[in-house]
C-alpha cells in the first residue's frame, strides 16, 4: 500500500526558492514527499526590505538572498517574529513539515500541528555528538555574528574557535582565510555554520589544500530529515 502524501516546505529569511540551499537536502528525501517553498521576504523590494528587516544597532544579524541573487543582511529579531506569521499561514495551507533554512536561533517558534525543523537544533546536536574531544572551528558568515555563535555552540565538548567568511562572496578566498586561520589555531574539524554554504564551499576547501574534516550545515541537515522520513 503506498505511503500518503506528506506536504514539507522549505522556509527561508530570503526570498524563495533557495534551490541552492534546498535541493541538496530534497535529493535525499522519499518520494512521498511532496515540496514547496516560502521565503520571509516574498514580494518585497530592498527598500521594503531594509525598512521592515534592516539591521538594528546591536542586535544580532543574519545574511541571506533575494530572488535576483542580491546578499541582504537582515535584523535577527524582526527575521523571528515574522518568520512566525510565515509558519502560521503554512500550517492554515495544509503544510505537514516546515524545514527552516537558516541556522540562526529563533527563540519560540512554535506550531500548532505540523513538525517544525529548526537547523540550529539538529546541527548543532548531531556536529556535538560528532565532535566529542575534539577541538572545532566554526565559520560563521559574518565577524559580527561570531559572539552569538559562542553562545550557540556552547554544549561543544571544548570551547569552539571561530573565524568568518561569507557564503555569498564571488570567490571562496575569505572562507578559505578562516579555514586556514582555524587551522593555525589549533582547529582539528570544521564546521560551516550556515545554510549558505553548500558541498561546493567544502570542495573549494579541499582544493586550497585543506584536510580537515568539513561537516556542512545543510548536508548534515539533509542526512538527519532523509532518514527520519
Do not use: N
Not at 514580494?43 to 544580532?60: E, K, N, T
Not at 535584523?75 to 495544509?94: F, K, N, P, V
Request: proline share 5%; hydrophobic share 45%; with cysteine.
Amino acid at each position: 500500500m503506498p505511503m500518503s502524501s506528506l506536504r514539507l516546505a522549505f522556509l527561508t529569511i530570503g526570498q524563495a526558492p533557495r534551490h541552492d540551499l534546498s535541493d541538496p537536502i530534497e535529493q535525499g528525501l522519499p518520494d512521498h514527499v511532496e515540496v514547496r517553498h516560502a521565503g520571509v521576504l516574498d514580494g518585497l523590494d530592498l527598500a521594503a526590505v531594509d525598512a521592515r528587516f534592516g539591521p538594528q544597532a546591536g542586535g544580532a544579524q543574519l545574511i541571506s538572498r533575494m530572488a535576483d541573487g542580491g546578499v541582504v543582511t537582515l535584523g535577527a529579531a524582526a527575521i523571528g517574529e515574522q518568520l512566525q506569521h510565515c509558519i502560521d499561514r503554512l500550517e492554515d495551507e495544509g503544510v505537514d513539515v516546515v524545514v527552516l533554512l537558516c541556522t540562526g536561533e529563533f527563540p519560540g517558534l512554535r506550531t500548532r500541528r505540523a513538525w517544525l525543523v529548526e537547523p540550529d537544533a539538529v546541527v548543532c546536536g548531531t556536529v556535538a555528538s560528532l565532535l566529542r574531544g575534539v577541538q572545532a572551528g566554526v565559520i560563521v558568515p559574518m565577524p559580527g555574528q561570531e559572539h552569538e555563535a559562542r553562545a550557540k555552540w556552547r554544549m561543544l565538548d571544548r570551547t569552539a574557535l571561530f573565524a568568518s567568511g561569507s557564503p555569498y562572496a564571488d570567490s571562496a578566498r575569505s572562507l578559505v582565510a578562516a579555514a586556514t586561520a582555524l587551522q593555525a589555531q589549533g582547529a582539528q574539524a570544521l564546521v560551516l555554520d550556515c545554510m549558505g554554504y553548500s558541498p561546493r564551499h567544502k570542495q573549494a576547501l579541499r582544493e586550497a589544500g585543506c584536510t580537515l574534516p568539513v561537516l556542512v550545515s545543510g548536508s548534515v541537515l539533509g542526512g538527519a530529515l532523509g532518514a527520519f522520513l
